[in-house]
């Protein structure tokens, strides 16, 4: 199968591959902090700085949108943070106004550049919802160096995170310095969202945070192993997303990116072996045969079918 | 002696609401302390002030003759039971082991010793049999003594414990307080806050009665007397009368 796909096409395959298990790994810190929904308000965050990167360069200049990217991310971060701690608005409602905020104002800088004569803005768009085809392999190199990067810095500091996420206070305690482990992590977040967008889009680059966390969380109560599960089912729905995307010449890759992590949801919330659906389901009816086959055995030791249930 | 802990005028808020005023006291070493005081009275606020947990507006507070930053690895800390999230993806094990990570190192891996002795602090408590068990699937007080678990690997010298017995059955009251006796015993200093006013004089040699502000501080037969709870409660008091009726 791999013939098929030009050697461009084989190193954005890989990319997205390590960017998804990126995304995987540092989604499923955002999990365990309950900020699942920060990842989703940073990445629309992310869209005016695309575009102000872009007329600022006055080319579609890649550096200088992913640090326009980087920034208004950012500036969107530290906006939740002032809005939460100035006033009486909570965190979550912090965040669905910096999201809708944001990339209202970046589909208006869109809009506007979209208007502009010439054709330097032509392809623009394919941040909206990601066009992992139209990645050179300089863009892809460096995607997955950073992938990379953002996955050793997670696996070397693992029990600290650990720690971090499930007692912050006791960590604080120990001389774990809090102030340095947040900023680290909004540092990675920042640093996967700001690199996926190209691929996955900045409205769909949410998804490949959120939900591979939350469906290795139906299959295991290890948290090495929920970050492992989690990498692996991001890298399989970025993969998947790419190569159908690849296939399809044209189509946006970040749809399909979703759809492939949403049906991996699915699986897990179904099959899952620690909290999956199916489970309790069979346990129960191995527990009432189990209790059929014993009262059937001893009938005469027990007093009455009633006292069974 | 010198004290373990010396708290000088310390003041707290939240948001703008005065919690703690002038708060004021000194705890000797080897001594079994309980904090208590009313609902609200800062009970808990007091901790995370003393652990740089929760701002401090004024005032002094010295572990060991030094600040917290400095001392810190000889204080050890059990929070309260529902401030973690116990469906974290973590056995027993693992979260004693989270006591030791000084110990083990930053960024290093815990080795075969660690283990070992977060096992041994396991069965200190009882609860060997469930080291592998996943949290979320231990009772209450079973995360209790986890916890307690957790803090007896630090080897610390004063610990400092935010309502250990609290919703917590029989048996693990008992194990709780046997092991704060025992490191009593070896000349650990321990704070509590506890909140069951029928328990204080057998359970603790000495009480800090605490209504935003310090009501009484002392050896318990001194401190807990009948005028003084009466003093940092209120009126909202029928036990006492039922106690000495």
């Known amino acids: 199968m791999m013939q098929a796909l030009s050697h461009n096409a084989q190193w954005v395959l890989l990319a997205t591959f390590l960017l998804g298990m990126a995304a995987g790994v540092t989604g499923c810190l955002a999990y365990w902090k309950r900020q699942s929904l920060m990842s989703d308000a ?268 | 002696m010198e004290p373990v802990l010396k708290v000088s005028g310390v003041a707290a808020a939240y948001r703008k609401n005065p919690v703690l005023e002038d708060v004021s006291f000194a705890v000797a070493p080897g001594t079994l302390t309980a904090i208590v005081g009313p609902n609200g009275a800062g009970k808990s606020t007091l901790l995370k002030v003393l652990l740089d947990l929760h701002p401090r507006l004024t005032g002094e507070v010295e572990f060991f003759g030094t600040t917290y930053r400095r001392a810190k690895e000889r204080v050890g800390y059990v929070p309260q039971r529902n401030s973690v999230d116990w469906d974290f993806p973590a056995c027993a094990l693992d979260v004693v082991l989270m006591g030791l990570y000084r110990r083990i190192g930053w960024l290093k891996w815990p080795r075969r010793e660690h283990k070992e002795r977060a096992m041994e602090a396991l069965a200190r408590m009882g609860m060997a049999e469930y080291a592998k068990r996943q949290i979320s699937q231990l009772s209450g007080g079973q995360q209790q003594r986890v916890f307690l678990a957790r803090a007896l690997v630090q080897d610390a010298d004063l610990y400092l414990l935010d309502e250990p017995l609290a919703g917590v059955d029989a048996a693990t009251e008992r194990a709780v307080m046997d092991t704060l006796k025992t490191l009593r015993e070896n000349g650990k200093t321990v704070l509590v806050v506890h909140h069951d006013l029928q328990t204080v004089e057998d359970y603790f040699d000495h009480v800090l009665l605490l209504n935003r502000t310090v009501i009484a501080h002392g050896p318990a037969k001194e401190a807990f007397s009948r005028e003084n709870v009466i003093r940092a409660y209120g009126g909202a008091l029928r036990w006492l009368g039922e106690r000495t009726g």
């Open chain 1, 42 to 309: 940073l990445s629309h965050a992310a869209l005016p700085g695309v575009v102000i990167g872009f007329a600022l360069a006055g080319y579609k200049s890649l550096p200088a949108m992913l640090i326009g990217a980087a920034a208004s991310a950012l500036a969107g971060a530290v906006l939740v943070h002032r809005i939460r701690a100035g006033s009486r608005v909570k965190e979550d409602a912090a965040m669905g106004i910096v999201l809708s905020v944001f990339f209202g104002l970046g589909i208006m800088l869109l809009t506007m550049a979209n208007r502009m004569p010439g054709g330097r803005q032509s392809g623009l768009d394919g941040f909206l919802f990601g066009q992992a085809a139209a990645m050179v392999q300089s863009d892809v190199q460096v995607m997955a160096a950073v992938a990379m990067l953002a996955i050793l810095t997670v696996l070397i500091s693992f029990k600290e995170w650990k720690l971090f996420l499930f007692d912050p206070d006791f960590a604080r305690g120990l001389g774990l310095p809090g102030k340095w482990m947040n900023a680290v992590y909004l540092a990675i977040l920042v640093t996967v969202i700001v690199t996926g967008i190209q691929a996955a889009g900045v409205v769909m680059m949410a998804a490949l945070l959120i939900m591979p966390a939350v469906s290795a969380r139906y299959w295991t109560d290890s948290f090495g192993r929920m970050a492992a599960l989690s990498a692996l089912f991001g890298g399989a729905a970025g993969g998947a997303g790419t190569l159908a995307s690849l296939w399809g010449e044209g189509w946006p890759t970040g749809p399909l990116i979703v759809i492939a992590a949403a049906a991996l949801f699915l699986v897990s919330l179904v099959f899952g072996l620690r909290k999956g659906l199916l489970l309790p389901l069979i346990r129960r009816q191995l527990a009432k045969r189990r209790l059929k086959g014993s009262a059937l055995a001893g009938r005469s030791g027990l007093p009455e079918r009633g006292s069974l249930s």
